[in-house]
């Protein structure tokens, strides 16, 4: 089995008498499934963590969606006690972060114009503890040791806070016993293979053979995109004009919705 030669890098890195090492390296050593016994050292030697996303091709060799983070480690502590940091795509967020007073709201990850959002705020930069460890735990994975639980993508302290509450609930879905259960159902690549479903793009005209994927809907807009005829992949979507769309259109009528064609401003239906 090929291993990942970074990991072996980042091992030395801890052996060398500084007292801190930035490296560069790929996010996967934080939630692989596997990586709990390296975890465990790794949380008491890390300071800081910023997770990058590759949208604006800094490192132009690897793909866009490419995620890779900027660690500094120190030496060994009793607990466990970093920064970290997500949702980043230049490396200016991180200084304005810093230097940010806390005042105002905090931005998302792309603006009202659809721009990835670069600015700082004060509130991004994560504190992490044994106890925010402890949380992430039992939210993400229940009877894990919290020591070397996966790091999830916190974007900032408000929904660090949101996931706090969460935690302390006072009931879980396991405490419903036989009331609840659940069922990973198909792998779809594996029951196509099979024959026990099959891909086919339609518009069909009641709900039960209508099978609802990512691009159909979006926050707040349950009619956002709609499958290209020959549609293969999730990028071969039409977004959906709500503004020509008719108000008694409904998904299951069989009939194409119209949407804007590609580089012009003409539609089709």
Not at 85 to 90: I, R, S
Not at 232 to 239: A, I, N, Q, V
Request: glycine letters at 8%.
């Amino acid at each position: 089995m090929a291993s990942n030669v970074y990991k072996t890098f980042v091992l030395q890195a801890w052996n060398l008498q500084t007292k801190a090492t930035g490296l560069l390296h790929p996010h996967s050593l934080f939630d692989d499934p596997r990586g709990q016994s390296l975890r465990r050292e790794l949380y008491r030697r890390l300071r800081y963590h910023f997770r990058f996303s590759n949208q604006f091709m800094l490192f132009p060799e690897i793909g866009h969606r490419v995620l890779y983070s900027i660690n500094v480690y120190g030496p060994k502590r009793a607990e466990p006690r970093f920064v970290s940091m997500f949702n980043l795509f230049h490396a200016s967020t991180v200084a304005q972060a810093f230097a940010h007073d806390g005042g105002g709201p905090v931005p998302g990850i792309k603006d009202d114009e659809n721009h990835w959002v670069v600015a700082g705020h004060k509130r991004r930069l994560v504190q992490t503890t044994s106890e925010e460890l402890r949380m992430y735990a039992e939210l993400y994975d229940p009877g894990t040791d919290p020591a070397g639980a996966k790091l999830p993508a916190v974007h900032s302290e408000d929904a660090a806070e949101v996931l706090r509450m969460l935690s302390e609930g006072p009931r879980r879905l396991q405490d419903f016993g036989d009331d609840f259960h659940y069922s990973a159902m198909w792998h779809e690549s594996g029951a196509q293979k099979q024959g026990i479903i099959r891909r086919h793009t339609a518009f069909p005209n009641a709900g039960a053979p209508w099978i609802l994927s990512g691009p159909h809907f979006f926050i707040g807009n349950p009619y956002f995109k709609t499958p290209n005829e020959g549609c293969k992949t999730k990028g071969d979507y039409s977004r959906m004009d709500l503004t020509v769309l008719p108000e008694d259109y409904c998904i299951f009528h069989g009939k194409k919705p119209l949407v804007p064609r590609y580089g012009d401003h003409r539609f089709h239906g």
